[in-house]
């Protein structure tokens, strides 16, 4: 029957194909994984004329994997996560350094129907998360919240169902405390070439505004892919993606507000090595 999606995965493809790799910066990433479980990466943006960048290391031994990462702001962030340290089980330690309330737990745990993921703050007032999800590997249905207990009150409270074939993926969605309604719809129309479509769409029960957006993407050959966005806002996005070596990528990105005659068009530039 094969593992349901985890909640947060319902109608993720086509919100990857509408917003994932779109940069409007000037963002640059470097990283050079170790065979012998030590990794280094460099990340930085260049947004509104100020360099926003951060340096992390991974290490991996055995079920164990440490993330560390340090951020132009001298924020120290670390993550020790343990895979089966129960049997389907995935748990996680994350903090921050000098934050001492940042301290969180997550633990994941997957079943062959039902896939759960759990969040606690490790401070005297945690915030907690819970996120369900049963169902098979085509059909999926799944709930989360969150619970503030300083102010007893939830933070979140959405659900969703998600249907997945081969050849297209349809999700709806039940958010802000069940006050926004979101359907998106996502179809492989030629496997052979990689042309993608997808659209999504926005309800807001309380003021009954629409909003959308549909989006393609196409293989021109292996080594590249052209993307298109569309809004009802008016704003019309393209990106164009080469990977011109194993795992390094440069990206272009484009956006134009037809509405706004006066702005001028945003363009970013996005560079991915890996040696």
């Known amino acids: 029957m094969g593992n349901p999606a985890p909640f947060s995965d319902i109608g993720k493809l086509s919100k990857d194909l509408l917003t994932k790799d779109y940069n409007f910066d000037y963002k640059f990433t470097f990283s050079v994984p170790s065979a012998n479980g030590m990794g280094i990466a460099a990340n930085g943006v260049k947004r509104d004329e100020?360099?926003?960048?951060?340096?992390?290391?991974?290490?991996?031994?055995?079920?164990?994997?440490?993330?560390?990462?340090?951020?132009?702001?001298?924020?120290?962030?670390?993550?020790?996560?343990?895979n089966n340290a129960l049997p389907s089980t995935k748990a996680a330690i994350s903090f921050d350094i000098p934050d001492h309330k940042s301290g969180k737990l997550d633990?994941?745990?997957?079943?062959?129907?039902?896939?759960?993921?759990?969040?606690?703050?490790?401070?005297?007032?945690?915030?907690?998360?819970?996120?369900?999800?049963?169902?098979?590997?085509?059909?999926?249905?799944?709930?989360?919240?969150?619970?503030?207990?300083?102010?007893?009150?939830?933070?979140?409270?959405?659900?969703?169902?998600?249907?997945?074939?081969?050849?297209?993926?349809?999700?709806?969605?039940?958010?802000?405390?069940?006050?926004?309604?979101?359907?998106?719809?996502?179809?492989?129309?030629?496997?052979?070439?990689?042309t993608v479509v997808a659209a999504e769409m926005t309800h807001r029960l309380s003021t009954f505004d629409n909003s959308f957006s549909i989006g393609s993407s196409h293989a021109i050959n292996p080594y590249t892919r052209l993307k298109a966005r569309f809004s009802d806002n008016g704003r019309i996005a393209m990106l164009c993606q080469r990977e011109w070596r194993p795992n390094s990528l440069v990206t272009f990105s484009a956006e134009y507000d037809s509405k706004a005659t006066k702005a001028a068009p945003k363009f970013g530039l996005a560079l991915a090595l890996k040696p």
Request: hydrophobic share 40%; aromatic share 10%; net charge neutral.
């Open 107 to 194: 633990v994941q745990y997957f079943h062959n129907h039902a896939a759960i993921n759990s969040s606690i703050g490790l401070n005297p007032a945690p915030l907690l998360e819970v996120a369900t999800a049963f169902g098979n590997k085509d059909l999926t249905l799944g709930g989360e919240i969150g619970f503030d207990t300083a102010s007893a009150s939830f933070t979140k409270c959405n659900a969703g169902i998600g249907f997945m074939k081969t050849d297209f993926s349809v999700a709806l969605l039940l958010l802000d405390k069940g006050q926004t309604l979101k359907a998106s719809y996502i179809h492989t129309l030629n496997p052979l070439n990689g």
């Open 50 to 82: 100020v360099f926003i960048g951060d340096i992390s290391t991974q290490y991996k031994s055995g079920n164990a994997i440490v993330d560390v990462k340090v951020d132009s702001y001298s924020i120290i962030s670390t993550k020790v996560t343990l």
